[in-house]
């Protein structure tokens, strides 16, 4: 099987979760290329174009679904506002410093983000039920959130920011379906400069960034659809459990290379 048709199947499933959980897509894309093709016998992507795609997905996916969840009332615009700058500017920098570091230490960041995400999911939420207008954040908090968040993102192609859902609920005290249309949001802003970065340091591989784009085009609106039919807990222990199986398979090949 071609790297087109498992890149084009990891990045519908990616899309669709993208669109259900708010999670970027990058936590389930990464891993699908870095161990798809090798167990269908393909050959095996580069980890920064991996993570370059990532970027490509997140981005349209991030469009799609802000729209979708905005249009069901799930999208902090303030929120958005107050993070997203901060979370670009971070992201660009974590892009360009990528370009230099050996793979297994992007593939570490990726799980350690993914491990900590994981958990702190499965902590009681915090987040009270309240319309989106009525939310108060910390500010140099959610600052601070969108910095880091931001820059290891675009290191690794916006992996990263699968955690911010779970700084939204537990640190900020959103609740569950606005961080997770708020998330996409801020998720935007940091993936349109961590491709900038990403194309900077040739990171991205084009044929394969278009093939990413159609499934997230196909894909991203179903899992919005299916979200706001769902009920929050089970999202929330969804998202954990995938970021959490991602993040361990990873976490095992930083630390021994295979």
């Known amino acids: 099987m071609s790297d087109v048709y498992i890149t084009a199947a990891a990045g519908l499933v ?7 959980l708010g999670i970027g897509g990058g936590v389930v894309l990464t891993p699908a290329l870095l161990y798809g093709p090798g167990l269908l016998g393909a050959p095996i992507l580069p980890v920064k174009i991996i993570t370059g795609l990532s970027v490509v997905q997140a981005i349209s996916a991030s469009v799609i679904g802000a729209l979708r969840h905005h249009r069901y009332g799930n999208v902090s615009l ?3 506002r107050l993070m997203a700058p901060t ?16 793979d297994r230490l992007l593939i570490g960041v990726f799980a ?3 491990l900590l ?5 499965t902590l009681p939420e915090r987040g009270p039920a309240q319309p989106v207008d009525d939310l108060h954040v910390n500010v140099p908090l959610a600052v601070g959130i969108a910095a880091g968040l931001g820059f290891f993102g675009g290191m ?6 699968s955690f911010i859902i779970a700084a939204l609920v537990y640190l900020l005290r959103i609740p569950v379906r606005t961080a997770i249309g708020t998330s996409l949001g801020i998720g935007l802003f940091a993936a349109v400069a961590a491709l900038v970065g990403k194309a900077a ?5 084009l044929p394969l960034a278009a093939v990413v784009l159609v499934g997230a085009v196909l894909a991203s609106p179903a899992g919005a659809w299916v979200s706001v039919r769902t009920h929050p807990g089970l999202l929330v222990r969804l998202l954990a459990l995938v970021i959490a199986l991602a993040g361990v398979r990873m976490a095992w090949q930083a630390l021994t290379g295979m």
């Open 201 to 205: 340091t040739a990171q991205l591989d």
């Open 78 to 80: 303030r929120i958005v």
């Open 156 to 161: 690794v192609g916006i992996g990263a920011v």
């Open 112 to 114: 350690a983000f993914a």
């Open 14 to 20: 990616a899309s669709f979760l993208s669109g259900l």
């Open 87 to 102: 979370s670009a500017l971070a992201s660009f920098a974590g892009a360009l410093a990528s370009g230099a570091m050996p």
């Open 117 to 121: 995400g994981a958990v702190t999911l």
